[in-house]
């Protein structure tokens, strides 16, 4: 299947991803696109899931589960976070990230 | 042995009647109080008398046995130190029975008239009952903390009877004084409970006076800044007894507890709860004269120092009754030196039993006197006695009575006052040259300021008075008589045999080599206040005058008030207390305040950090993970 | 049903209740039922007690019932009670039966108000009735936070920074508290085996000395703040100004004894070691304790101020007792504890009944009100020769406990000590009768108080309910003091096997 392919490859790959997914929250400011950046956050863990549970435990599917645990949970959280931005559109009529900072101190 | 637990009511009476009268006197007519009291007084008198005409009187092969008719145990301290509730009756105690029964139904009759129509009857009467239990609890004590626990409560009574009239602001001033100065002298005594019960395990009168007991075996070494404990604890609860006592400097309070209605007066302040020391001291007496002579000597020159300043201080005083109250100070002197220069056992118990028998007359013929000068008081609604003269016309009964109690205060012959009085002379000449010269030039002293006082109120011209003074009703008059008749024959009491020392009665005979001196001095006194006073004249004033500066002083008792103001006042109040609030406030608190002020503004200050910008905080959690995980790595390598 | 369980469940069920009433007349009435029924109930916790001790029960805790509540950390809810615990049971449950009724008036949030002062007692309850640490503190915890509420929302004055202080100041203790038991459970089981917080199963073992010396001082800090040890009692004074009557009582006569408890029952008891060596040092500050509070209560004005300087005075004489360490002392302290919470709730009861006829707590504008108010005044005296140590009262007996236990000892330190703390009778006495003198006597001072009303029923029934326990224990303290030795012994037992000399 995957033969030949070292488990490095993997890893750098969802490394990669990952600081994509951490500079992309961190520097961009609309809130739809750093929720965009969450995702690819959180897909390299899930790259990362499958790849160690193929490469250390295959005959076992504890990974697998983990990553479609990940998947669902993210989907959950991608439409609470959209609800989220709704209203805060709603309130502050743009979806700035810096506008909303209300709930300092 | 067990014939005596009738006893057990002389003492329950007085209970019921203030719980009675003080629950529920409110809702009856003031009268039927005074009725009640009078006669739940009057059956614990006849018992008492009772009381005492068997324990006296009744078959005894040798010497008088201590019997306990009655004991419970209240509160356990320790397997041995246990408080223990009972009626111990030994000669002391019935005697004091007797006493404090017939004053005390003398003044519970007497009030009847004195206190009629006065707002609050029913409250005086509860706390009369209140006292007499309390005093009667007082004596008949089988151990020394249920004689504190009365101790007390009689302390407590005293205040409420000498604040009776509560809106009137010196009244207030006394009561409080007396109970804050007794209390300051109790907590000597308490000390001194502790001490002794720690020395000797013991609350028990019986063990501790028992004589050559073993208890105090360990007491010779112990010693606290270089006295012995012993001392230490007999000097403490000698305290205690100054204090009830108002020795010399505990006195302050007495002359100033005049402020009570007079019948109280009479009853705690002359005849009864000032003595609580002197029989406390008699109680003690075998500990105190084995264990702690240092102590036996300080009570002698505490008493013979008393008698005399208290002595000089009512020469000057014109309030009548504050006269009669230096006067009972100087006779309480007179008591505490005769048990300061008494030996035990026999002859040598002589000042014992003279200082008994003292306290005896001494509460008849003050009480006497007290309820004289009430009687006269009630005349003429003054305490002043220039305002009073010429009474003897308007209140017959009264002058005679009181003539008979200044004779007897006095020492003439044959009345009861010369024997007790000699009898202390005759102690103190074996014992203690020096006290026996004070006493015997105090003597002279009590001779004429009674004396003056006596010209002035009944003699000398009539005063302009607002009504006429009349004889005051019957429910006073008798017990004015009762108290003369007693005055007067009680000197024939055979105490050398009934109250002694060691419970065996000795043989003494008049001693006239001190007998006629004292008598001659005595009328010396008399014969100078008739010279001065008996018809009015301006020697008085310019002798008092040439005096001076010396006379100002006496007349305001040497400023001990003054002195104990300053300290209260001034030092406790203001440089004690008054920083101590303050240091509570401005450094305690605000130390505790400020940790808080502290967190607050420390808070304060870093708050900046959290700026709300959701990517900073993203950064920063990003940035320490990745540092925490380098420095991880870089330590596992 | 366990009578323990029942205890605390009394009340909860009153709070139920109380939560479905209409108006302050059912919340007041349901709460009046409820804790009326406590106090049978306690009653006849006390009898049971008695008889079953009597029939020859020797175990050192009674009704006991255990269940497991966190297994992984070997938590229960262990009951059971000694002759100690019973009778700060019977304490409290006089003080809240009280406390009902010196509120019967209020009618601010009514139904809040009542339900938030039984919730703290249910807390009380479940302290006192605890044998595991971890509930005792859970207990203990619960009982802080509606305090917060009463005074915050129910008292006078600075009643929200007071409301702070006081919580603030005790959460702290209870963080040391805190401490002291997870010291305590983690040293629980020196030889291996598993931990507890079991109190009895921990008294049986011996903690090392090492963590006894570390965690003593946490635990027993901790309890003395609320105990008001010096310098640690300065919420008192704020607090109990700001609170408001009920709350005061409470707080004064039955939660400040939680300190108390927990300094011996926690601290000392599974600690001893430690608290041989460390005793003298709280001595010392109990007796500043006692001399100073009685000092700075002769100068303050306030009522309640004055009173909760006497608390500390007397609050510190309870300290200073258990650090004696012999069973004459402890039994004063217990006994002090009793009556001290019975006549400080007494007095602030009065004072809360004063300040409603008055409207104001300063001395100096009120005078001569014994003519006007005679019941209360006559009660406020009572109170006041209580507090001075007056035989017949409770105040005696556990003072006079305290001395002589005190003097007991052989060590001339705590003698001199002693010494200096029996002298604050005198000056107990000094600002009593001030106050007394001040207040109450001498003529009236303002026209206006001239037609006053006197007490009302609920008022004197709640006085005379405190007067008659203040005065029964005065009169008749044998049996208390009995019980309270005999639960006293193990303990003492204890303490002893490590006395150095």
């Known amino acids: 299947m995957i033969q030949g392919i070292p488990l490095e490859h993997f890893l750098v790959v969802s490394t990669i991803m990952f600081f994509i997914g951490v500079c992309g929250f961190i520097i961009r400011r609309n809130l739809i696109t750093m929720l965009m950046a969450i995702e690819l956050i959180l897909n390299s863990v899930n790259i990362n899931f499958v790849v160690f549970n193929r490469y250390l435990y295959p005959d076992q599917l504890q990974g697998q589960f983990f990553s479609l645990f990940i998947v669902g949970i993210a989907a959950a959280e991608a439409s609470v976070a959209i609800a989220l931005i709704i209203n805060i559109y709603r309130n502050v009529k743009n979806i700035e990230v810096e506008n909303v900072n209300e709930m300092k101190f | 042995m067990t014939g005596y637990t009738y006893t057990v009511f002389i003492i329950l009476i007085p209970l019921?009647?203030?719980?009675?009268?003080?629950?529920?006197?409110?809702?009856?007519?003031?009268?039927?109080?005074?009725?009640?009291?009078?006669?739940?007084?009057?059956?614990?008198?006849?018992?008492?008398?009772?009381?005492?005409?068997?324990?006296?009187?009744?078959?005894?092969?040798?010497?008088?046995?201590?019997?306990?008719?009655?004991?419970?145990?209240?509160?356990?301290?320790t397997d041995s130190l246990i408080i223990k509730m009972g009626i111990l009756l030994d000669p002391i105690s019935v005697m004091m029975l007797v006493v404090i029964t017939t004053i005390s139904f003398m003044v519970h009759l007497y009030s009847i008239g004195y206190m009629h129509g006065e707002v609050g009857f029913q409250r005086f009467y509860a706390f009369l009952s209140l006292f007499t239990f309390s005093m009667l609890g007082l004596v008949i004590a089988t151990n020394i903390f249920q004689m504190y626990i009365f101790w007390e409560l009689v302390g407590v009574s005293s205040f409420l009877l000498i604040g009776f009239y509560y809106q009137k602001p010196s009244a207030v001033a006394a009561s409080k004084k007396a109970f804050i100065v007794t209390r300051f002298a109790d907590l000597g005594f308490l000390i001194g409970i502790l001490i002794l019960s720690f020395?000797?395990?013991?609350?028990?009168?019986?063990?501790?006076?028992?004589?050559?007991?073993?208890?105090?075996?360990?007491?010779?070494?112990?010693?606290?800044?270089?006295?012995?404990?012993?001392?230490?604890?007999?000097?403490?609860?000698?305290?205690?007894?100054?204090?009830?006592?108002?020795?010399?400097?505990?006195?302050?309070?007495?002359?100033?507890?005049?402020?009570?209605?007079?019948?109280?007066?009479?009853?705690?302040?002359?005849?009864?709860?000032?003595?609580?020391?002197?029989?406390?001291?008699?109680?003690?007496?075998?500990?105190?004269?084995?264990?702690?002579?240092?102590?036996?000597?300080?009570?002698?020159?505490?008493?013979?120092?008393?008698?005399?300043?208290?002595?000089?201080?009512?020469?000057?005083?014109?309030?009548?009754?504050?006269?009669?109250?230096?006067?009972?100070?100087?006779?309480?002197?007179?008591?505490?030196?005769?048990?300061?220069?008494?030996?035990?056992?026999?002859?040598?118990?002589?000042?014992?039993?003279?200082?008994?028998?003292?306290?005896?007359?001494?509460?008849?013929?003050?009480?006497?006197?007290?309820?004289?000068?009430?009687?006269?008081?009630?005349?003429?609604?003054?305490?002043?006695?220039?305002?009073?003269?010429?009474?003897?016309?308007?209140?017959?009964?009264?002058?005679?009575?009181?003539?008979?109690?200044?004779?007897?205060?006095?020492?003439?012959?044959?009345?009861?006052?010369?024997?007790?009085?000699?009898?202390?002379?005759?102690?103190?000449?074996?014992?203690?040259?020096?006290?026996?010269?004070?006493?015997?030039?105090?003597?002279?002293?009590?001779?004429?300021?009674?004396?003056?006082?006596?010209?002035?109120?009944?003699?000398?011209?009539?005063?302009?008075?607002?009504?006429?003074?009349?004889?005051?009703?019957?429910?006073?008059?008798?017990?004015?008589?009762?108290?003369?008749?007693?005055?007067?024959?009680?000197?024939?009491?055979?105490?050398?045999?009934?109250?002694?020392?060691?419970?065996?009665?000795?043989?003494?005979?008049?001693?006239?080599?001190?007998?006629?001196?004292?008598?001659?001095?005595?009328?010396?006194?008399?014969?100078?206040?008739?010279?001065?006073?008996?018809?009015?004249?301006?020697?008085?004033?310019?002798?008092?005058?040439?005096?001076?500066?010396?006379?100002?002083?006496?007349?305001?008792?040497?400023?001990?008030?003054?002195?104990y103001l300053f300290v209260t006042r001034k030092i406790i109040f203001n440089y004690i207390s008054r920083p101590i609030a303050w240091f509570d406030r401005h450094i305690i608190d605000a130390f505790m305040v400020g940790i808080g002020l502290t967190t607050e503004k420390v808070s304060y200050k870093i708050k900046g950090m959290q700026s709300g910008q959701l990517q900073h905080y993203a950064f920063a959690f990003v940035a320490g993970t990745l540092a925490l995980a380098l420095s991880m790595i870089y330590l596992m390598m | 049903?366990?009578?323990?369980?029942?205890?605390?469940?009394?009340?909860?069920?009153?709070?139920?209740?109380?939560?479905?009433?209409?108006?302050?007349?059912?919340?007041?009435?349901?709460?009046?039922?409820?804790?009326?029924?406590?106090?049978?109930?306690?009653?006849?916790?006390?009898?049971?007690?008695?008889?079953?001790?009597?029939?020859?029960?020797?175990?050192?805790?009674?009704?006991?019932?255990?269940?497991?509540?966190?297994?992984?950390?070997?938590?229960?809810?262990?009951?059971?009670?000694?002759?100690?615990?019973?009778?700060?049971?019977?304490?409290?449950?006089?003080?809240?039966?009280?406390?009902?009724?010196?509120?019967?008036?209020?009618?601010?949030?009514?139904?809040?108000?009542?339900?938030?002062?039984?919730?703290?007692?249910?807390?009380?309850?479940?302290?006192?009735?605890?044998?595991?640490?971890?509930?005792?503190?859970?207990?203990?915890?619960?009982?802080?936070?509606?305090?917060?509420?009463?005074?915050?929302?129910?008292?006078?004055?600075?009643?929200?920074?007071?409301?702070?202080?006081?919580?603030?100041?005790?959460?702290?203790?209870?963080?040391?508290?805190?401490?002291?038991?997870?010291?305590?459970?983690?040293?629980?089981?020196?030889?291996?085996?598993?931990?507890?917080?079991?109190?009895?199963?921990?008294?049986?073992?011996?903690?090392?000395?090492?963590?006894?010396?570390?965690?003593?001082?946490?635990?027993?800090?901790?309890?003395?703040?609320?105990?008001?040890?010096?310098?640690?009692?300065?919420?008192?004074?704020?607090?109990?100004?700001?609170?408001?009557?009920?709350?005061?009582?409470?707080?004064?006569?039955?939660?400040?004894?939680?300190?108390?408890?927990?300094?011996?029952?926690?601290?000392?008891?599974?600690?001893?070691?430690?608290?041989?060596?460390?005793?003298?040092?709280?001595?010392?500050?109990?007796?500043?304790?006692?001399?100073?509070?009685?000092?700075?209560?002769?100068?303050?004005?306030?009522l309640k101020f004055i009173n909760a300087y006497s608390s500390v005075s007397h609050c510190g004489l309870v300290i200073f007792a258990l650090l004696m360490m012999n069973e004459t002392a402890m039994d004063g302290a217990i006994l002090q504890m009793i009556s001290h919470g019975l006549m400080t709730a007494l007095f602030f009861a009065l004072i809360g009944m004063i300040y409603g006829r008055t409207h104001t707590r300063d001395i100096r504008q009120m005078g001569g009100l014994m003519k006007v108010i005679p019941f209360l005044a006559v009660v406020y005296m009572i109170a006041g020769f209580a507090s001075l140590g007056l035989p017949g009262l409770s105040g005696f007996v556990a003072e006079m406990t305290v001395f002589v236990g005190s003097f007991q000892h052989q060590d001339m330190f705590h003698r001199v000590v002693t010494v200096i703390v029996a002298s604050s009778i005198v000056i107990t006495a000094v600002y009593i009768l001030k106050v007394v003198g001040v207040l109450l006597l001498g003529p009236l001072k303002d026209q206006h108080h001239a037609d006053l009303e006197d007490a009302k029923w609920y008022e004197k029934l709640s006085t005379v309910t405190l007067v008659l326990a203040v005065a029964a224990i005065g009169i008749a303290p044998l049996w208390l003091s009995d019980t309270i030795v005999a639960s006293l012994k193990p303990i003492v037992a204890r303490l002893a096997m490590v006395i150095p000399f």
């Open chain 2, 16 to 77: 019921v009647m203030f719980l009675v009268t003080g629950l529920l006197g409110m809702k009856w007519k003031p009268i039927i109080s005074g009725l009640l009291g009078t006669i739940g007084m009057g059956t614990s008198w006849t018992l008492s008398l009772i009381t005492a005409a068997s324990y006296f009187f009744g078959h005894h092969a040798e010497g008088f046995q201590t019997i306990i008719p009655f004991e419970m145990k209240w509160l356990q301290f």
């Open chain 3, 1 to 302: 049903m366990n009578i323990l369980t029942l205890l605390v469940l009394i009340p909860v069920l009153t709070m139920v209740v109380v939560l479905f009433t209409k108006d302050y007349k059912g919340a007041r009435l349901a709460s009046a039922i409820g804790m009326g029924i406590e106090l049978i109930a306690t009653v006849y916790l006390v009898l049971a007690y008695l008889a079953a001790r009597k029939t020859g029960m020797m175990h050192e805790m009674l009704f006991t019932s255990d269940f497991m509540w966190y297994p992984s950390l070997n938590i229960h809810f262990a009951f059971g009670v000694d002759g100690i615990a019973v009778a700060m049971i019977g304490l409290t449950s006089i003080v809240i039966f009280a406390g009902i009724f010196a509120s019967w008036e209020l009618q601010f949030l009514t139904k809040e108000f009542f339900v938030s002062l039984i919730l703290l007692v249910t807390a009380v309850y479940g302290f006192f009735i605890s044998l595991d640490l971890f509930t005792m503190f859970l207990f203990y915890e619960l009982a802080l936070i509606p305090m917060y509420l009463l005074i915050g929302l129910w008292g006078t004055g600075p009643k929200e920074k007071s409301a702070m202080k006081l919580t603030l100041m005790l959460m702290a203790g209870s963080a040391l508290i805190m401490v002291g038991i997870l010291g305590l459970y983690y040293n629980s089981a020196p030889g291996g085996g598993p931990l507890t917080f079991n109190i009895i199963e921990i008294s049986k073992i011996s903690i090392p000395v090492a963590a006894q010396r570390f965690f003593f001082p946490f635990a027993f800090v901790g309890f003395g703040i609320l105990g008001a040890l010096f310098p640690f009692h300065t919420w008192s004074p704020d607090g109990h100004a700001s609170a408001p009557t009920a709350v005061s009582m409470l707080h004064a006569g039955v939660l400040m004894k939680l300190g108390g408890y927990g300094c011996f029952r926690v601290a000392m008891f599974l600690m001893p070691q430690a608290a041989q060596e460390m005793a003298w040092i709280f001595i010392i500050l109990t007796t500043i304790s006692v001399v100073y509070g009685a000092f700075s209560a002769i100068w303050q004005t306030d």
């Open chain 2, 199 to 563: 020395i000797t395990g013991t609350f028990d009168f019986g063990k501790l006076t028992e004589p050559g007991t073993a208890i105090f075996g360990s007491a010779a070494s112990m010693s606290f800044m270089g006295i012995s404990a012993m001392t230490w604890a007999m000097t403490l609860i000698f305290i205690g007894g100054a204090g009830k006592s108002a020795m010399f400097p505990l006195h302050i309070w007495l002359p100033d507890a005049m402020e009570g209605p007079t019948p109280v007066s009479a009853l705690i302040h002359a005849a009864t709860m000032v003595v609580a020391g002197v029989f406390l001291v008699a109680r003690m007496f075998p500990v105190i004269h084995f264990q702690a002579p240092a102590a036996q000597e300080i009570i002698g020159y505490v008493g013979g120092f008393t008698s005399l300043f208290a002595a000089v201080i009512a020469i000057t005083q014109y309030d009548i009754k504050r006269v009669l109250a230096f006067s009972t100070l100087s006779q309480l002197g007179y008591m505490m030196l005769a048990l300061g220069v008494s030996g035990y056992g026999g002859e040598e118990g002589l000042g014992y039993m003279a200082s008994m028998f003292h306290l005896f007359t001494h509460a008849m013929f003050k009480a006497l006197l007290f309820l004289g000068a009430g009687s006269i008081i009630h005349a003429v609604h003054s305490n002043n006695m220039y305002d009073m003269g010429g009474l003897r016309k308007y209140l017959p009964i009264t002058h005679i009575t009181f003539l008979i109690a200044c004779l007897t205060i006095a020492g003439v012959p044959f009345l009861s006052g010369f024997f007790s009085k000699d009898e202390i002379l005759v102690a103190a000449l074996h014992h203690n040259k020096l006290l026996f010269a004070v006493e015997f030039i105090v003597a002279g002293l009590t001779a004429f300021y009674m004396f003056r006082l006596y010209f002035c109120v009944f003699w000398g011209k009539d005063r302009h008075y607002h009504h006429t003074p009349h004889e005051s009703p019957l429910t006073m008059t008798i017990p004015l008589m009762f108290l003369a008749v007693a005055s007067v024959f009680a000197g024939y009491l055979p105490f050398t045999e009934l109250v002694t020392s060691d419970k065996l009665g000795f043989e003494s005979e008049m001693n006239y080599m001190v007998a006629v001196p004292s008598v001659l001095i005595g009328l010396l006194g008399i014969g100078l206040a008739w010279i001065l006073y008996k018809k009015e004249s301006e020697v008085p004033a310019k002798l008092a005058k040439s005096w001076g500066i010396l006379y100002t002083a006496t007349y305001n008792k040497f400023y001990f008030d003054e002195i």
